[in-house]
């Protein structure tokens, strides 16, 4: 209901203003190109977040530090601190990073967006950049229409600069001319009602611009032509700088709970940055003028002046924030609390993590990590084990041996709850990213969603397993029980392994897939049917034909179940950068050589096949 007020005030307002002035026109002619520059720049930067922004931000926020400098750095390139909030809130939803490194990108992206008022009060002011504004926008347009994604990017990024250096100059011209009309420094307000009054109206025009940058051009061109008072400019940057997280908070309300507790961040930090700079105005414009008499700046030079108060406040705000990040962390995970479900839902699905592939892949693998989590229970249960036996020190195999007691689990309606639900959001939420990813991805959201699909199937064939398991387990035929303890065993081992497989990854990225060809190996070798173990005992007469019959089923669907489990572990836990993983596959053991490594294992042991037509009639002894 508010925006289809605001929205047609707006329109009111600006066709009344162009009516009136000719200079108004030109002044928000200015503001618009300015404001199109910046969605060009920050779409050649965002061509230019996939591939390794994963492993930067993995290396460049494991601390504090480390993510302030991150969040400085990136701000200062991309001259666009609601660029980096929207990046930063999409990688913490896809749980890239944790919320005090987000925190630390934030903090640092207010100190780097200050690096925008120094080049236009420094240099957008006192050069006439619109005679390289033309050259600019023809070389940026000419490579925004190569097929190449580097190129389009830099060509967005060339032609963004030259429309924010055009938007300037018309802005800078508006005001100027502005002079002979109307002098707005009449409507200047002085002391502490000036400062509120003019804070209040750069956060509105913040947020309805989603630009600081914008803002503070629009503030520096207009105190450079003396259309506002210095202490009247000071306020409006304060005001424009807690506008800016307004573009946070928007940013979140599509995110989980991570990213809204990021906005909430950046809104305590911009507020109370905004609050001290008002509160301690007169001490920070004593430091103002040291400073500016120490680099040389001129007494009347208010543009430089107004570049060093917005860089001395917000720095002043991180040293007093910077202490308490974990205190402000503890209280938005206990203000923001994750919403208690009946049911299970995704953790990191999120239409916050679309705009950039990286967040997408990330989002879906930790997702798919979580379908796992909940199938294993299944899985686990369905050959009754537990989980902490599974990944404990003890012997599995003695585990096994001696646990003669069924879990009983109702496989249908967990598998209902915990798994079938969120495969489907999974699915769907691949199916609605593949559109925005590029053909690299397409491939890996592909293997993701192969992924699920084995970790589904795989409870599935629980199930048929766990109905003859749940009664020959605890036979008081050591035969038959031995061979579905072999099973159990065969998918306990394999859950243990990948576990292992699971926390080496987590350290490395260069967990391999060649630490899964033992499990193959052992997978083909326990096969009941292929190492004529089934029909040694069907000769002995240790076992019936109807048990026979079985476990050769059974045995197929502990293959199946193996086997999937492999394939999936291999997607998940391998490495994730594609050039290490195809690297890895080029070197993993072909079909022939699986075959010599299942042999040397078969070492001595006699295969056979079975005719089950006449295994009713087949001898015993």
Same mark, same amino acid.
């Given at each position: ?15 009344? *203003? ?80 944790? @919320? ?23 240099? *957008? ?32 990024? @060339? ?5 924010? =250096? ?31 009054? =003019? ?69 305590? =930090? ?58 402000? +962390? ?33 989002? &879906? ?56 639900? @969120? ?27 192969? +992924? ?6 795989? &409870? ?81 007469? @240790? ?68 005719? =089950? ?9």
């Amino acid at each position: 209901m508010l925006k289809r007020i605001i929205l047609p005030t707006i329109l009111l307002v600006l066709a009344y *203003g162009f009516w009136v002035s000719s200079d108004f026109k030109e002044i928000s002619a200015g503001v618009a190109i300015f404001l199109f520059g910046m969605l060009a720049l920050e779409e050649g930067f965002k061509a230019f977040t996939g591939g390794t922004l994963e492993s930067i931000l993995r290396k460049s926020t494991n601390s504090y530090w480390k993510s302030l400098s991150f969040g400085i750095a990136s701000t200062t390139l991309m001259q666009s601190s609601s660029l980096v909030s929207v990046i930063t809130i999409s990688f913490l939803s896809a749980g890239l990073i944790t @919320l005090v490194a987000g925190i630390g990108i934030i903090f640092g992206a207010n100190i780097g967006t200050t690096t925008g008022a120094w080049l236009i009060a420094g240099l *957008g002011l006192k050069v006439k950049i619109s005679a390289y504004a033309m050259p600019i926008l023809v070389f940026g347009v000419i490579l925004v229409f190569q097929k190449s994604k580097s190129l389009k990017g830099i060509g967005y990024i @060339l032609t963004g600069l030259g429309f924010l =250096f055009l938007g300037i100059h018309h802005m800078k011209e508006g005001f100027e001319a502005f002079k002979s009309t109307i002098d707005l420094t009449q409507f200047a307000v002085s002391g502490y009602p000036g400062l509120f009054l =003019f804070a209040g109206i750069g956060i509105f025009a913040t947020v309805v611009m989603q630009s600081s940058h914008a803002t503070l051009v629009l503030i520096l061109t207009a105190l450079a032509a003396g259309q506002i008072t210095y202490e009247n400019a000071l306020a409006l940057a304060i005001g424009a700088n807690v506008g800016t997280c307004i573009t946070a908070v928007l940013g979140s309300l599509s995110a989980n709970v991570e990213g809204k507790r990021l906005a909430g961040a950046h809104l305590i =930090f911009n507020v109370t940055t905004g609050v001290i700079a008002i509160v301690f105005i007169n001490q920070f414009l004593w430091g103002v003028e040291n400073i500016s008499g120490l680099v040389g700046i001129g007494a009347t030079d208010y543009t430089m002046k107004l570049a060093v108060f917005h860089t001395l406040f917000n720095l002043a705000g991180v040293m007093l924030m910077s202490p308490l990040i974990g205190h402000m +962390a503890r209280f938005l995970e206990k203000t923001l609390r994750t919403k208690e479900t009946t049911a299970v839902e995704p953790k990191y699905l999120n239409d916050a993590v679309l705009e950039f592939p990286d967040a997408t892949m990330e989002a &879906v693998r930790k997702e798919t990590l979580h379908l796992y989590d909940n199938a294993l229970e299944l899985i686990a249960h369905g050959v009754d084990l537990h989980r902490e036996e599974i990944f404990s020190d003890t012997d599995l195999e003695q585990v096994v041996s001696e646990k003669r007691k069924v879990i009983a689990i109702d496989i249908d309606k967990v598998y209902e709850r915990n798994v079938k639900v @969120l495969y489907g959001a999974i699915v769907a939420f691949i199916s609605e990213s593949q559109s925005k990813m590029t053909s690299e991805y397409s491939e890996d959201l592909y293997a993701m969603r192969t +992924a699920g699909r084995h970790i589904v199937e795989s &409870v599935k064939d629980i199930k048929h397993l766990n109905k003859n398991l749940a009664v020959f387990a605890v036979s008081e035929n050591d035969h038959i029980r031995g061979e579905y303890n072999q099973f159990r065993l065969q998918i306990g081992t394999i859950l243990r392994e990948l576990g292992g497989l699971r926390e080496e990854a987590l350290g490395s990225e260069n967990m391999g897939l060649l630490n899964l060809d033992s499990l193959i190996a052992e997978a083909e070798e326990g096969d009941v049917v292929s190492n004529g173990s089934l029909d040694r005992m069907i000769r002995k007469g @240790l076992i019936t034909p109807e048990m026979a019959t079985s476990v050769m089923n059974d045995s197929a669907y502990t293959y199946d179940v193996s086997m999937k489990l492999i394939e999936m572990g291999g997607i998940l836990f391998a490495a994730r950068a594609m050039d290490l993983r195809e690297a890895q596959e080029s070197m993993q053991l072909d079909e022939k050589e699986m075959d010599d490594v299942i042999d040397e294992i078969n070492t001595e042991k006699k295969v056979s096949h079975i005719d =089950f037509t006449k295994m009713k009639t087949t001898e015993t002894g």
